[in-house]
C-alpha cells in the first residue's frame, strides 16, 4: 500500500500520515468495541486541497476511503471493514473556525472541529450551538453533519440538518462543491448540500459548513419527575408543552432499570425517587422573569400530578447533575455484555403500545431480559436496548440478537416507526434498511449514490 502511494505521499507532511499498524488500529476500532477493521495507511490531511488531492488520486484507482472524523459513530459508519484496501481519511486536522459572524449569528466551521471546542469559542461572544450530544468534548462537527445528528435539544432547535445553511464538500471524483452561504433564504432549484446531510460520508467528504448560532442560554432549570405509569408521563409531555411551550429545550425519557446502572456506575448518584419512569425537562430563556423556581412551581401547581415525585433543581451546578444522571446511561450500559442496542422513533401515540407490547414479546423469548429504555421523548426518539441477563455462549447470543432485531423492528413498522431515529445506518442497520425501507426510496438512494460515486469509494459498505 505504501509504494503505491509513494506520489500523492511525497505532496504531504510526514505528520499527515501513517503506515505503522500500532498507529492504525487504534482507529479502525468503533467506540463500543463492535467494529474492528484493517487498513494499510491512515491520512490527516490538514487542508482541503490535500483532500482533494487524495479523493482524485483514490477515484482514479478506485481505492475505497472511509471518512472519519472523532469516531464516535454507535453503528459502525466511522471505520474500515476487514481485509477490503481501505484507507482512513482521518480529518482531525482539518479543524478551523474559518469565521464566526455576529451579524447574520452564523459560523463557518471545518469538519475536524470538536463540538465542545466550537461552544467555548462562542462562548466570548454570549452564543452558542443549538446541538448537544454525550460526545460533545471528542465528536466532529463533519460527523456530525454526515450523520444529522439530533441530540438534546432537537425538541427546540431540530435536528443539525435544521441548522445547516451552507455546506462545503469534496465529493468522490475530487471536484469541490462548494455552497458556504449564510443566507437563510436560498430558493434556487435542488438544494444540493441537503443530500450531503446524512449520507453518512457515502456521497463526499464534508470539509466546511456555515451553522446557525443562538444566543447563550444562561437562566435554565432542569425538573425531574417520576411516574408509576407510563402514561402519566405521555399525559406530563402535553401538560408541560402546553404550560411552557418555547421555554422546553429538552424532554429526555429514563426507565428505572437505566437509572439502577447509573446507581451502580456512580456511587455518588443520591436521587430521592421510588417510582418506573423519569423524566429530565430543561427549561431556559425565562426573559423578565427573575425567579424561576416561583414561576415554574406555580406553573406546575396548574397540573394534577398525583403520584407524582418532583424536584426542581436551583442551581447550575443541580442542573448539571441532573444531566449527568441522562448521559452517564451509556457509559453504565457499555460496562454490560449482551447488549442488543437500539435508536428508534414513534409517534408519542403509539409509544405505550409499542413499549408494552414490545417487552412483553421479548420477555416470552427469554425470561432474563432487561430492558434500558431511555430517550429524547420530546423528538420521538427511544434507545429500547436490550440486556439478555446471563451468560449465553455465541451461538445462542446470535441466534438471540436475531429475534430481538425482528421483535423491535417488526413492531417499529408496525406503530409507524423509523429503524433509526438518530445514529444512522452504517454497517449495523443495512439489513433492517433493506427490509424495512420501500424498495422504491431505496432504487431511488442507489441511483443517487451511483451518480455521485460511479466507482463506489466513498465509504463502501456502509448505508448500501
Not at 506520489?7 to 500500532?22: A, I, P, W
Request: with cysteine.
Amino acid at each position: 500500500m505504501k509504494r503505491n502511494f509513494n506520489t500523492l505521499l511525497q505532496k504531504m507532511n510526514k505528520n499527515e500520515y501513517s503506515t505503522d499498524q500500532e498507529t492504525i488500529q487504534k482507529f479502525c476500532i468503533d467506540w463500543r468495541g463492535k467494529y474492528k477493521g484493517t487498513s494499510d495507511l491512515i491520512l490527516f490531511p490538514s487542508t482541503v486541497s490535500k483532500i482533494i488531492e487524495i479523493v482524485k488520486f483514490c477515484n482514479k484507482n478506485r481505492i475505497p476511503i472511509v471518512p472519519q472524523g472523532g469516531n464516535t459513530s454507535l453503528v459502525g459508519g466511522s471505520v474500515p471493514r476487514n481485509n477490503k484496501g481501505e484507507i482512513i481519511l482521518n480529518l482531525s486536522k482539518l479543524n478551523k473556525i474559518r469565521e464566526i459572524d455576529n451579524i447574520s449569528n452564523t459560523i463557518t466551521v471545518e469538519s475536524g472541529c470538536i463540538l465542545e471546542n466550537i461552544n467555548e469559542k462562542l462562548n466570548k461572544y454570549q452564543h452558542e450551538m443549538p446541538i448537544s450530544l454525550g460526545s460533545k468534548g471528542s465528536c466532529h462537527i463533519g460527523g456530525n453533519i454526515a450523520t444529522n445528528a439530533g441530540g438534546l435539544n432537537v425538541i427546540k432547535y431540530g435536528s443539525i440538518r435544521s441548522n445547516i445553511l451552507g455546506i462545503e464538500a469534496v465529493l468522490p471524483n475530487g471536484e469541490l462543491f462548494s455552497d458556504l452561504k449564510t443566507v437563510k433564504k436560498n430558493n434556487t432549484g435542488l438544494d444540493l448540500k441537503q443530500l450531503l446531510i446524512g449520507a453518512e460520508g457515502t456521497l463526499g467528504i464534508i470539509t466546511a459548513a456555515v451553522l446557525k448560532t443562538y444566543k447563550k442560554v444562561n437562566d435554565r432549570v432542569v425538573v425531574m419527575l417520576c411516574f408509576n405509569e407510563f402514561n402519566k408521563v405521555l399525559d406530563a409531555y402535553v401538560s408541560l408543552v402546553k404550560l411552557f411551550g418555547e421555554l422546553i429545550t429538552a424532554f429526555e425519557f429514563m426507565n428505572d432499570f437505566s437509572i439502577s446502572l447509573i446507581k451502580k456506575f456512580d456511587d455518588g448518584l443520591k436521587l430521592p425517587f421510588t417510582g418506573k419512569h423519569y423524566c429530565l425537562v430543561e427549561l431556559t430563556n425565562f426573559l423578565d422573569v427573575t425567579d424561576y423556581n416561583n414561576f415554574i412551581y406555580e406553573k406546575l401547581t396548574k397540573i394534577n400530578f398525583i403520584d407524582t415525585e418532583l424536584i426542581i433543581s436551583k442551581s447550575e451546578n443541580e442542573n448539571k447533575n441532573f444531566w449527568k444522571i441522562r448521559e452517564e446511561i451509556p457509559l453504565a450500559e457499555k460496562q454490560l455484555e449482551n447488549i442488543i442496542q437500539h435508536d428508534v422513533s414513534l409517534p408519542l401515540k403509539n409509544i405505550e403500545n409499542f413499549i408494552n407490547i414490545s417487552t412483553d414479546h421479548l420477555k416470552k423469548l427469554d425470561t432474563n431480559i432487561k430492558i434500558i429504555n431511555f430517550g429524547h421523548l420530546g423528538d420521538n426518539n427511544l434507545h429500547f436496548n436490550v440486556f439478555i441477563d446471563r451468560n449465553v455462549n455465541s451461538e445462542e447470543y446470535r441466534f438471540l440478537k436475531e429475534k430481538i432485531n425482528e421483535i423491535i423492528f417488526s413492531n417499529v413498522s408496525k406503530y409507524e416507526g423509523s429503524i433509526s431515529a438518530e445514529h444512522g445506518i452504517g454497517q449495523l442497520r443495512r439489513k433492517q434498511l433493506k427490509k424495512y425501507k420501500s424498495p422504491d426510496d431505496l432504487r431511488i438512494m442507489k441511483q443517487i449514490k451511483k451518480i455521485y460515486d460511479p466507482n463506489n469509494i466513498m465509504n463502501p459498505g456502509k448505508v448500501f
